[in-house]
Nanobody, 123 residues
Framework: QVQLVESGGGLVQAGGSLRLSCAIY????????MGWFRQAPGKEREFVAA????????AYADSVEGRFTISIDNAENTVYLQMNSLSLEDTAVYYC????????????????WGQGTQVTVSS
């Protein structure tokens, strides 16, 4: 059974930084990509960033490009999201996801999700 466990969310002032972590347990061979999505109140869940399991390829939403960095430690089965220059618009529940490269990078969705971690940016 696949389990994704996020941590690292919290309250931060605008302009500040946070790092999210996600540990995956029970990963299957078909899950060769991991990613982060977010859902703000009243909005649909949206793609934030993705990375291949070997760390060789990444993708970002335009809204976070240059501010957020996704990375992976596949020895520890953990993916990270370093978030810098946070703004009020980044406030959301952030979800970790795991799936195939095609699903994550092309469809920008996933079948497997973590429980989410709240990120709140204050002015």
């Amino acid at each position: 059974q696949v389990q994704l466990v996020e941590s690292g969310g919290g309250l931060v002032q605008a302009g500040g930084s946070l790092r999210l972590s996600c540990a995956i347990y029970g990963r299957t061979w078909s899950m060769d990509a991991m990613g982060w999505f977010r859902q703000a109140p009243g909005k649909e869940r949206e793609f934030v960033a993705a990375i291949t399991w070997d760390g060789g390829s990444t993708a970002y939403a335009d809204s976070v490009e240059g501010r957020f960095t996704i990375s992976i430690d596949n020895a520890e089965n953990t993916v990270y999201l370093q978030m810098n220059s946070l703004s009020l618009e980044d406030t959301a529940v952030y979800y970790c996801a795991a799936d195939s490269v095609a699903t994550m990078f092309i469809s920008r969705t996933s079948e497997y999700w973590g429980q989410g971690t709240q990120v709140t940016v204050s002015s």
